[in-house]
């Protein structure tokens, strides 16, 4: 047999184990599956941005604490403003001062009110992704057990569809081999192509030269797609 009926007979036999591998991957439960880790794997990451928003939060939280405590001393200082005043000290001094002191704890509460508020809804958000990711973790385990369901039905067919292969791939010299199924793992398929008038099924147009090399049943490769062109 010529190199260019076996690469054929080959990529049959590899189309028929290429059609039982895509029902098993195309399966309800493979997507199902697919879809559950893809969630896992986003709310995995957004927890991890959550924990490192509650530690800015925590420091936040520090930072308003000494604010306020300082504020507070501050404010106890004028306990002793009255006797101040009696003895004639510039009242409007005091008087700016207290009101800035004011300021202060005003602004220190917007700004707690705010920290609780954002607290309070990433509590609420981390709830719900947990409530979420058990959900996906059940589906997850639930789908795999049936993935591989799927597979146990299709494993004999897929052993008989491999041992074809292989036994087909004795028979063909190693270095075509090599080259096909590097095409295969870069999912091109199918491998192996007519010439389609002057051009490869890529489109690209083969010189006369290279063409005519075609001639008996020989094999080139396309340098732009790198399939296996022959000649019908
Ligand atoms: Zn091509």
């Known amino acids: 047999m010529t ?5 054929l007979e080959y990529q049959k036999a590899d189309g028929e ?15 199902k599956v697919v879809q559950a880790k893809a969630f896992i794997k986003n709310a995995e990451s957004r927890i ?21 405590e300082e504020t507070t001393k501050a404010v106890a200082e004028y306990a002793d403003v009255d006797e101040l005043v ?29 920290l609780l508020a954002e607290v309070e809804s990433l509590t609420a958000e981390y709830k719900k992704m947990m409530e979420q990711g058990k959900q996906a973790n059940k589906q997850y385990k639930e789908n795999m057990e049936k993935f ?13 569809a491999n041992a074809k292969l292989a036994k087909i791939a004795e028979g063909i010299p190693p270095e075509f081999l090599e080259k096909y199924n590097q095409k295969r793992k870069e999912k091109i398929f199918p491998v192996i192509v007519p010439l389609n008038g002057n051009m490869c099924v ?23 797609c790198h399939r296996f062109i022959y000649r019908k």
């Open 148 to 160: 591989k369901e799927v597979q146990a039905a299709h494993a004999a067919e897929l052993e008989a």
């Open 48 to 68: 991890a941005a959550q924990d490192k928003r509650a530690v800015e939060l925590k420091k936040l939280r520090d930072e308003l604490a000494l604010r306020v």
């Open 3 to 7: 190199v260019l009926n076996q690469l």
């Open 86 to 114: 009696e003895e004639g000290a510039d009242v409007s001094f005091y008087k700016r001062n207290a009101q800035q002191l004011l300021e202060r704890v005003r602004a220190a509460k917007s700004e707690l009110a705010r």
């Open 17 to 31: 184990l290429r059609k039982i591998e895509q029902e098993i991957m195309q399966s309800d439960a493979r997507k």
């Open 202 to 224: 890529c489109g690209m147009d083969l010189p006369i030269a290279q063409q005519n090399r075609l001639a008996g049943g020989n094999v080139i490769e396309c340098e732009h």
